[in-house]
C-alpha cells in the first residue's frame, strides 16, 4: 500500500480481519491482482481471502499462487462473476463476508470502514455507494436507468445499486445464494434481496482507483440488470406490478366510459370496455401471483431457518 497506517488503525482493522471472509471473483486479472493481495495482507493480515478464479486464460492463477495465505478456488471455464462469488461464499468460514475486486479499483480503507461499521451497527450489510465522478456517462445513464425502474416498483435502495464492494452478515445472505444469478447482476439483485426482506442495511460513500485491465461489463449486463429486477420483484412481491398496470387500466376505463356517458351522452365505448377488462384481469392474476409467491416464500423460509440457525449458533 502506498499509504502508511497508523499503529491504531493497524489494531483495529487486524481485530476485524479475524472475523472476516474476502471473496474476489478474477478472471483474466494478472495485471492487478498481485498488487490487490499484497495491499489487502499488509491492512487486514488475518482476514480469510479467497480467490475464485473464472476461468483465466492468463496468469492470474500464477499470480494468485504466490500468496501461501489466500485460498485459491479454479473454475474449470467461464461461469460468471456471479457464479464466482457463490462459489467463493460458500468455501467461506467467517461470521462476516465480503465482496471485492481483483481489478485493484477498490480500496482496502473503504473495505475496512465498512466492516467495522456492520460490526459495530449490527448490520445485515454495508453496500458501497461510488461517487458520481466516479462512474462514466454511459455507465451514469444506464445506472439512472435502473434506479428510475426500482423507485417505479417501489424500491428504495440508494444511489449505486450494484457497487461491486459490500460486506454481509454471513447469515443474512448464505440463505440466498440459490436466488443469485451466475452473471454481474448478483450485485443487484443481493441488494434488491436486502432490501425486500427488510435487512438493516447501509449505504457507504467509496472511492474508486483507476482500474488495471480493461472493464468486462457490457451494455447487456444492464439489459440483464433491469430483467433481473422484475424478476426479483416477481418472486417477492409480484402484486406490486400487476397493480402498477392494472389499476391504471382500471381507473382510466371508468374514467373514459364517464366521460362519454355524462359528456357526449352516448353508450359506453368498447375502449373503455377493454380497458376496464384488461385491469381486471391484471388484477387477477396479479392476486393469483401473490399466492404462489407466498407459497414459494414460505418453503424459502423453511430452508432459511435450516440454514441460518447453525449460521448464527456460529457466530455466538
Known amino acids: 500500500m502506498t499509504n502508511q497506517l497508523d499503529s491504531s488503525t493497524a489494531v483495529s482493522w487486524k481485530a476485524l480481519s479475524k472475523e472476516l471472509s474476502i471473496v474476489i471473483p478474477a478472471f483474466n486479472e494478472e495485471n492487478g491482482v498481485g498488487s490487490m493481495l499484497e495491499e489487502l495482507e499488509q491492512a487486514l493480515p488475518d482476514a480469510e481471502i ?11 492463477c500464477e499470480k494468485v499462487s504466490q500468496f501461501r495465505s489466500v485460498t485459491l478456488i479454479r473454475h474449470l471455464f467461464n461461469r460468471g462473476y ?7 461464499m ?12 481483483a481489478d485493484g479499483e477498490m480500496r482496502v480503507e473503504d473495505l475496512a470502514a465498512m466492516t467495522e461499521r456492520l460490526i459495530v451497527s449490527s448490520l445485515a450489510a454495508v453496500i458501497g455507494s461510488r461517487s458520481r465522478r466516479a462512474v462514466t456517462h454511459v455507465r451514469t445513464v444506464g445506472k439512472a436507468v435502473l434506479r428510475m425502474t426500482a423507485r417505479m416498483l417501489g424500491l428504495r435502495m440508494g444511489h449505486d445499486l450494484n457497487c ?31 432490501a425486500e426482506r427488510g435487512y438493516t442495511v447501509e449505504f457507504h460513500s467509496v472511492s474508486m482507483k483507476p482500474r488495471i485491465g480493461q472493464s468486462k461489463v457490457r451494455l447487456v449486463h444492464g439489459f440483464n440488470a433491469l430483467i433481473i429486477i422484475l424478476r426479483t420483484v416477481m418472486l417477492f412481491s409480484p402484486l406490486r406490478i400487476f397493480m402498477g398496470l392494472g389499476l391504471p387500466l382500471l ?15 352516448k353508450g359506453v365505448p368498447a375502449l373503455a370496455v377493454i380497458s376496464v377488462l384488461a385491469g ?16 414459494r416464500l414460505s418453503q424459502l423460509r423453511r430452508d432459511i431457518d435450516v440454514i441460518a440457525s447453525p449460521l448464527a449458533e456460529k457466530e455466538t
Open 50 to 60: 479467497i480467490i475464485v478464479d473464472d476461468g483465466s486464460s492468463d496468469g492470474t
Open 82 to 88: 456471479g457464479a464466482a462469488l457463490k462459489t467463493g
Open 90 to 101: 460458500r468455501a467461506s468460514s467467517r461470521p462476516y463476508i465480503a465482496w471485492f475486486d
Open 164 to 194: 461491486g464492494l459490500r460486506v454481509f452478515r454471513r447469515a443474512a445472505i448464505l440463505p440466498y445464494l440459490a436466488i443469485l444469478p451466475d452473471g454481474y447482476s448478483a450485485s443487484t439483485t443481493s441488494t434488491m434481496i436486502m
Open 251 to 265: 381507473a382510466g376505463g371508468f374514467l373514459y366510459a364517464a366521460i362519454i356517458l355524462i359528456l357526449v351522452n
Open 280 to 295: 381486471l384481469l391484471l388484477l387477477c392474476v396479479g392476486l393469483l401471483a401473490d399466492q404462489i409467491s407466498q407459497m
